[in-house]
Each structure stands twice: as C-alpha cells, then as structure tokens.
C-alpha cells in the first residue's frame, strides 16, 4: 500500500512542480502570456466537460459550448483591460441563444433541451470562473500578477497541506457520500497551511491588505473544498475515477482546478466589494 501511494506521489510531484512553474512564470512574465496559459486551461476543461457528458449518454453542442465559452473568457479579458467597452458584453447573449436555432436542425434527439442544458452548464460551470477572475486580475484596467498568482498559490497549499494530512491522518471522513477519501483531518492540514501561505504572501503581495489575503485565504479554502467535492458529484454520477489523464498523477483539468469553479466567483465579488 505505501509502495503504490509513493509511486503515485513522483508523477504527482513532478507535474504538479512543472505546471505551476509554467503558470507561475507565465502570470508573472507578462498579461498576454496569462492571457494564453488561461485560454489553454479553459479549453481543456471545456474539452473534459463535454467528454464526460457523452459518457454519460448525453449530446452537447461540444463545438459550440467550447467557442462560447472562449468568447467569454476573451470577452472579459479585454474589456477588463480596457481594450474593449463594456458594451460588448451583450455580444455574448445573442451568440448563446443561437444554441436554441442549432438544435432545431438536430434530428432524431429524445432529449434535445437536456443537452441545451448541459452545454449552457459547460460554459458556466468552466469558462465563467476563469472569465471573472479577469476581472479581478486587471484593477483600474491595469495587470496585477499578484491578485492571481497569490490566490494560485492559496490554493494549490490547500491540496497539498490536505493530500498529505489526510494521507497521513484521514480518519474521519469529510462527505463520505460523494468522496470516502477526503477527511476532516485532510481539510484541517489543507486550511492550516493555506493560511500560512495567505500571511506570508501578504507580507509581499501589497496589493491588497493583510486582512484582504487572510479573507481570501478562507474563501479558497471553503470554495476549493466545495469545488472539489462538486467535481466528485459529476464524476459519482458518471461512474469514473478522474476526469481525464492530460496531468500524470493529478488526472484531468477538471480534476486540478475543481478548487477554483466554485471560489473564483466568491474571491472576484470580494475583491471588488471591499
């Protein structure tokens, strides 16, 4: 049993070292290299959603769900950073409900509005987080590497200080009804060590204060439990382990940023309320 846990934990280690290096660096270099490590990420999850929904013997518009969802993440990315007004929003409303004329010319579908459903859920489940989060990253229409790379950096402590506690000390199960692995003793190791990683990033990261980190630290907290709980539900439902192999030892995209599907929407309203 250790042998198998070990061997799992060196692919595990090694792309979860390189692809936060290529994040890292990728947010930090410049917004244009943000821009496409993000545009990536969401189309791979896009991609992963609508593989698994056809496992489960449904029919998204998978072409369609993936361009709408890159258009509102483009969308957000340049009106964020002034490149575009406001205005061009209400492009994305008309494009959507196209959706319902495609399917009019669909034939032999026994459920064609479930599957109208399920693309709308792809687009929103996976592309508005991440679209929103451009919000919060460009400030007065100006980059901000730190707001993105310390809430990265908040959460991926938050896997590990709960991978390696709940490994090491998981005895009483968190929601053993939709994942019997996680456990309180994992979300207590993930919470502890997100929120030395919130302080010590306040210490550096200036633009937001200290009590600003420390709040976003619980949010991510909360929201990634949450978000990773919720990925758990769909994969439950479809009878699979990981939403997919792109990431040795991590599994899918969906599997690797479930954390932020739920929390980016609570950490972007925070950040621009208070």
Known sequence: MANNKFNNLIPRLIT?????????????????????????????????????????????QKTFGIACGLTIYCLSFFIA??????????????????????????????????????????IFY??????????AVFKK?????????????????????????????GKRKLFE?????????GFAGGAILAMVFAYGISLYFTSLAQWQ?????????IGGTYGDLVESLLKRSIEIKDSGDALPGHG??????DGLFISAP????????F
Not at 84 to 111: A, D, N, T, W
Not at 126 to 135: D, E, G, K, S, W
Not at 213 to 221: A, V
Not at 266 to 273: H, L, M
């Open 16 to 60: 979860g070292i390189l692809g936060a290096a290529g994040i890292i660096f990728g947010v930090w270099f410049s917004e244009w290299l943000y821009f496409a490590v993000f545009f990536i990420i969401v189309l791979f999850s896009l991609l992963e959603f609508y593989k698994l929904s056809g496992l489960d013997g449904l029919i998204p």
């Open 81 to 122: 950073r002034g490149t575009l007004h406001p205005k061009y929003y209400f492009l994305f409303f008309p494009l959507v409900s196209c959706l319902f004329i495609i399917k009019l010319y669909k034939q032999f579908e026994r459920k064609p509005f479930t599957n109208i459903a399920i693309t709308f859920l792809g």
């Open 126 to 135: 996976t592309a508005v987080p991440f679209a929103l989060l451009n919000i």
């Open 141 to 169: 229409e100006v980059y901000n590497y730190q707001i993105i790379l310390g809430c990265l950096l908040i959460l991926w402590a938050t896997d590990t200080g709960a991978y390696f506690a709940g490994s090491l000390f």
């Open 177 to 185: 009804r939709i994942s019997p692995k996680k456990s309180w003793e």
């Open 213 to 221: 980190w420390l709040c976003i630290g619980w949010i991510i907290i």
């Open 252 to 257: 899918g995209f969906l599997d690797r940023f």
């Open 266 to 273: 609570f950490i972007v309203a925070f950040v621009e309320i």
